[in-house]
Nanobody, 124 residues
Framework: QVQLVESGGGLVQAGGSLRLSCAAS????????MGWFRQAPGKEREFVAT????????FYADSVKGRFTISRDNDQNTLYLQMDSLKPEDTGVYYC?????????????????WGQGTQVIVSS
């Protein structure tokens, strides 16, 4: 089992940047596929990015491709999401999640463990 705690959210102007972190407990962090998801007010939670065990494979939602970068440090048990060129439509609560399957995937229901989320607000 793994416990996840997100941090790094906040208020930023459009065009700005934020870096989210997700600290994981436990010794098996490196064996989980990790993902970032977000939920805007009044909308369903949606996929943002995912990364393989070793960090060599990543996949992004079209809406963030080229602006967001997912990465991980297995020695520090930490997942990151670098968000650049932020837009007001990026506003939402951002969640990190861990998946015990082998391949990266975008399916929310596949992820086994979730953090509590961190709020990101992008003003226009």
């Amino acid at each position: 089992q793994v416990q996840l705690v997100e941090s790094g959210g906040g208020l930023v102007q459009a065009g700005g940047s934020l870096r989210l972190s997700c600290a994981a407990s436990g010794r098996t962090f490196s064996t989980y596929v990790m993902g970032w998801f977000r939920q805007a007010p009044g909308k369903e939670r949606e996929f943002v990015a995912t990364i393989s065990w070793t960090g060599t494979t990543t996949f992004y939602a079209d809406s963030v491709k080229g602006r967001f970068t997912i990465s991980r440090d297995n020695d520090q048990n930490t997942l990151y999401l670098q968000m650049d060129s932020l837009k007001p439509e990026d506003t939402g609560v951002y969640y990190c999640a861990a998946d015990r399957t082998i391949k990266v995937n975008t399916n929310i229901s596949s992820y086994d463990y979730w953090g509590q989320g961190t709020q990101v607000i992008v003003s226009s």
